[in-house]
């Protein structure tokens, strides 16, 4: 009899956990997930390095929205894969300066562990930070990738400070 209700209460927590799991949302309200692109797509990487460059180091000091969205405005590639990378990243920024305006710019580029070059553009608009990052290990190493995302201000790796 207690193997019996043992069996029972274990096949009806299993059914529970299975509705449970069957009814959660993949996506919290709020959450954000990354759009990675891992591809041999170097002209792309080769335009946000060039924004990054065009932009300037500023990963002290935050530079104007201004200027930099109108940098990232200015972009006309060849690349459809640019050109849609890009259109993204506007349609973004237009969205969350639209919401709460536009705090400011870090940019940076340095070497990891893994890539020679991770160049980093994250715009702050209030809560919300638009991260752009490429990583790349050069023109002939087909191991490379680019990130557009949206994160909270406190996952941020210049604005948390």
């Given at each position: 009899?207690r ?7 274990l ?8 509705t449970?799991?069957d009814?959660a949302?993949?996506k919290?309200?709020g959450?954000?997930f ?14 946000v390095?060039a ?6 180091e500023?990963?002290?000091d935050?530079l ?17 894969p ?5 259109a993204?990243?506007k349609?973004?920024?237009s969205d969350l300066?639209?919401?709460h ?22 715009i702050a608009y ?17 191991e490379r990738?680019?990130?557009?995302d949206?994160?909270?201000r406190?996952?941020?790796l210049?604005w948390a400070?």
């Amino acid at each position: 009899m207690r193997n019996a209700v043992a069996i029972l209460l274990l096949v009806s927590c299993a059914a529970r956990a299975d509705t449970a799991f069957d009814t959660a949302p993949y996506k919290q309200p709020g959450q954000f997930f990354s759009q990675v692109i891992q591809a041999d797509d170097y002209p792309t990487l080769r335009a946000v390095e060039a924004l990054q460059n065009s932009l300037g180091e500023h990963s002290s000091d935050a530079l104007p929205c201004d200027s930099a969205l109108q940098r990232i405005a200015a972009n006309r590639s060849i690349s459809k894969p640019t050109a849609a990378l890009f259109a993204a990243l506007k349609r973004l920024a237009s969205d969350l300066a639209e919401r709460h305006g536009c705090d400011g710019v870090h940019t940076s580029h340095f070497g990891t562990r893994a890539y020679k070059r991770r160049t980093l553009i994250e715009i702050a608009y209030g809560p919300e930070v638009l991260v752009l990052d490429a990583f790349s290990n050069g023109p002939k190493d087909p191991e490379r990738l680019y990130r557009l995302d949206v994160v909270r201000r406190k996952d941020s790796l210049w604005w948390a400070r």
